[in-house]
């Protein structure tokens, strides 16, 4: 049976959104727990008045926090992410107040490269176009040259941020006999590169030579708009550009331009830069595939997330079999 410590001492804990409460509920066992019944676009106000009583937060990519939102929260120790990324959490300032920040990697990884090579194959071979074509009425018979798309087997993929999941894709275009390209800021180790099959090259070099571009880099001030008009100009015209990783890495405007001047095939994006807005640009685009940010959405690895959220955050406020040793702490 779980441990439980005598009520009058038990820290406060804020779950900022609805996940799964048989998960959750093992928050219980350790702190008295305020949740947020439905789903709920928290204004920053609301963030910091949720804070300003609380030791311990879980929160989503929605829930921004930075220097305003914990200014007012003297308790505060920890903070628990349900995402990899973490660009919603201003880690400088929690650090700077030694608040702990954590994450959730590893456990979306292989759910991610499915979707990320998905989306990829989909914007090459332009099915969503051909779907909505067809639902206009538009087929009137099998033509020879009708929606031509971009050959998957065979080609060379580029893969911008050899993390996890750019490994993990790397390793899935094994199977379609793709020539594999990739940059970091640092060289992978030989026997990882050996694994997928992979090259390092320059990003320059990169951005030339590959058919299809995937990025899964981490979002920074350093990768703003990477992918900008400039770096679209190096692309081949036929090659394809999918996002999985941040929408602040693409210029979106300058990728509207390009899809629509024929500069750049096609693209797939789950990321969009002011999301849940997307750019209208864009949205007029036939030939871009268009997803709400959902590739780690399959329920089995949502659900590892919250889980490893619950893990990280009873063990950041010094609870549990690891207190004091959260599994994926960010930051420092």
């Known amino acids: ?4 410590r005598p009520r009058m001492q038990r820290p406060r ?19 008295d727990v305020t949740r947020t019944p439905v789903v709920t676009d928290h204004a920053p106000a609301a963030i910091a008045a949720a804070l300003a009583a609380c030791d311990g937060a879980l929160v989503t990519l929605n829930d921004r926090i930075g220097e305003a939102e914990i200014a007012r ?44 090579f998905a989306l990829m194959m989909a914007a090459a071979r332009r099915i969503t176009e051909a779907e909505a074509w067809l639902r206009e009425g538009h087929w009137q018979g099998w033509g020879f040259h009708q929606l031509l798309g971009a050959g998957i087997h065979g080609s060379t993929l580029g893969i911008l941020g050899m993390g996890r999941i750019g490994q993990a894709i790397a390793r899935r275009a094994l199977g379609f006999g793709m020539r594999v390209l990739y940059h970091n800021r640092t060289r992978l180790p030989d026997a990882i590169e050996q694994a997928c099959a992979a090259r390092w090259v320059a990003r320059d070099a990169l951005l030339e030579a590959a058919d ?18 400039a770096a679209l ?70 659900r590892a997330m919250v889980s490893l959220a619950v893990d990280n955050l009873i063990a950041a406020m010094g609870f549990g079999p690891d207190a004091g040793r959260p599994p994926s702490p960010v930051g420092g």
């Not at 299809?212 to 008009?229: F, K, R």
């Open 13 to 31: 804990v804020w779950v900022s959104q609805p996940l799964y409460p048989d998960i959750e509920s093992r928050l219980d066992a350790w702190f």
């Open 233 to 302: 100009a190096r692309m081949r015209p036929t090659a394809t550009l999918t996002n999985i990783a941040r929408g602040g890495l693409v210029d979106e405007d300058a990728l509207a331009d390009a899809l629509q001047s024929g500069r750049l095939a096609a693209a797939g994006l789950d990321v969009f830069e002011g999301e849940p807005a997307v750019n209208p640009k864009l949205l007029a685009c036939r030939n871009v595939v268009l997803t709400p940010h959902i590739a780690s959405a399959s329920l089995s690895t949502r």
């Open 212 to 229: 299809h571009l995937v990025l899964v880099l981490p979002y920074s001030a350093q990768t703003h708009h990477i992918i900008d008009g």
């Open 73 to 116: 929260a003297p308790r505060l120790r920890a903070v628990a992410n349900v995402g990899v990324g973490y660009n919603n959490l201003d880690v400088a300032a929690l650090a700077a107040r030694g608040i702990i920040a954590t994450n959730t990697p590893g456990v979306l990884t292989e759910t991610t490269a499915d979707f990320g």
């Open 1 to 4: 049976m779980a441990e439980t």
